[in-house]
Protein backbone atom coordinates (compact mmCIF):
# COMPACT_ATOMS: atom_id res chain seq x y z
CA UNK A 1 0.00 0.00 0.00
CA UNK A 2 1.26 3.02 -1.18
CA UNK A 3 -0.56 6.47 1.16
CA UNK A 4 0.42 10.48 0.23
CA UNK A 5 -0.43 12.64 3.24
CA UNK A 6 -0.25 15.93 3.69
CA UNK A 7 -1.03 17.84 7.38
CA UNK A 8 -2.47 14.43 8.50
CA UNK A 9 -4.72 14.51 5.46
CA UNK A 10 -4.57 11.49 3.36
CA UNK A 11 -4.99 12.28 -0.87
CA UNK A 12 -3.89 9.26 -1.96
CA UNK A 13 -4.36 5.51 -0.97
CA UNK A 14 -3.57 2.82 -3.19
CA UNK A 15 -2.22 -1.04 -3.72
CA UNK A 16 -2.35 -0.45 -7.61
CA UNK A 17 0.35 2.78 -8.49
CA UNK A 18 2.34 2.20 -11.41
CA UNK A 19 5.68 3.58 -10.93
CA UNK A 20 7.27 6.04 -13.59
CA UNK A 21 10.78 7.64 -13.45
CA UNK A 22 10.45 7.30 -9.52
CA UNK A 23 7.34 8.81 -9.58
CA UNK A 24 4.16 6.72 -7.81
CA UNK A 25 0.87 7.57 -9.94
CA UNK A 26 -1.94 6.15 -8.34
CA UNK A 27 -5.28 5.20 -9.79
CA UNK A 28 -7.89 8.33 -9.97
CA UNK A 29 -9.97 6.30 -7.63
CA UNK A 30 -7.96 6.32 -5.11
CA UNK A 31 -7.41 10.09 -5.05
CA UNK A 32 -9.24 11.81 -2.91
CA UNK A 33 -10.70 14.70 -5.07
CA UNK A 34 -12.74 16.82 -1.99
CA UNK A 35 -9.41 18.72 -1.70
CA UNK A 36 -7.81 19.17 -5.18
CA UNK A 37 -8.99 21.71 -7.80
CA UNK A 38 -7.15 22.56 -10.99
CA UNK A 39 -4.44 24.53 -11.22
CA UNK A 40 -3.73 26.58 -14.27
CA UNK A 41 -0.14 24.79 -14.24
CA UNK A 42 0.53 22.48 -17.61
CA UNK A 43 3.56 21.71 -18.52
CA UNK A 44 5.03 18.92 -21.38
CA UNK A 45 7.12 15.95 -21.32
CA UNK A 46 8.60 15.09 -24.31
CA UNK A 47 7.12 11.05 -24.01
CA UNK A 48 4.19 11.24 -21.92
CA UNK A 49 2.19 14.63 -23.40
CA UNK A 50 1.09 17.55 -21.49
CA UNK A 51 0.45 17.51 -17.64
CA UNK A 52 -2.33 18.72 -15.78
CA UNK A 53 -1.46 20.40 -12.45
CA UNK A 54 -3.45 20.52 -9.01
CA UNK A 55 -3.81 22.17 -6.01
CA UNK A 56 -4.56 20.88 -3.22
CA UNK A 57 -6.50 22.91 0.46
CA UNK A 58 -5.85 21.20 3.71
CA UNK A 59 -7.12 22.87 7.09
CA UNK A 60 -7.41 26.25 5.27
CA UNK A 61 -4.28 25.88 3.51
CA UNK A 62 -3.70 25.86 -0.37
CA UNK A 63 -0.58 23.93 -1.53
CA UNK A 64 -0.15 24.78 -5.32
CA UNK A 65 0.88 22.16 -7.75
CA UNK A 66 0.92 19.49 -5.10
CA UNK A 67 -0.28 16.63 -8.09
CA UNK A 68 -0.58 15.96 -11.69
CA UNK A 69 -1.69 13.80 -14.41
CA UNK A 70 -1.75 13.26 -17.86
CA UNK A 71 -5.39 13.55 -19.07
CA UNK A 72 -4.10 12.75 -22.47
CA UNK A 73 -0.88 10.71 -23.25
CA UNK A 74 1.26 9.82 -26.02
CA UNK A 75 1.69 5.98 -26.69
CA UNK A 76 4.17 5.06 -24.49
CA UNK A 77 2.32 6.77 -21.58
CA UNK A 78 -1.26 4.76 -22.29
CA UNK A 79 -0.94 3.27 -18.88
CA UNK A 80 -0.80 6.20 -16.51
CA UNK A 81 -3.42 8.21 -18.34
CA UNK A 82 -5.44 10.12 -15.56
CA UNK A 83 -3.37 8.65 -13.12
CA UNK A 84 -2.19 10.91 -10.47
CA UNK A 85 0.99 11.90 -9.40
CA UNK A 86 2.53 13.90 -6.17
CA UNK A 87 5.65 16.10 -5.37
CA UNK A 88 7.45 14.35 -2.84
CA UNK A 89 9.16 18.15 -1.25
CA UNK A 90 5.34 18.90 -0.81
CA UNK A 91 3.72 15.96 -0.05
CA UNK A 92 4.28 12.65 2.79
CA UNK A 93 5.09 9.49 0.89
CA UNK A 94 4.74 6.01 2.73
CA UNK A 95 5.54 2.92 0.22
Known amino acids: MVKVTKNGVVLAESNDTIVVENN ?18 STVCPWK ?6 DA ?9 VA ?9 ANSIKGYVAFYKNKVDIEA
Open 57 to 65: TINGNTVKD
Open 68 to 76: WYYPETKEK
Open 24 to 41: HYFPPSSVNKEVFSPSST
Open 49 to 54: GTAAYY
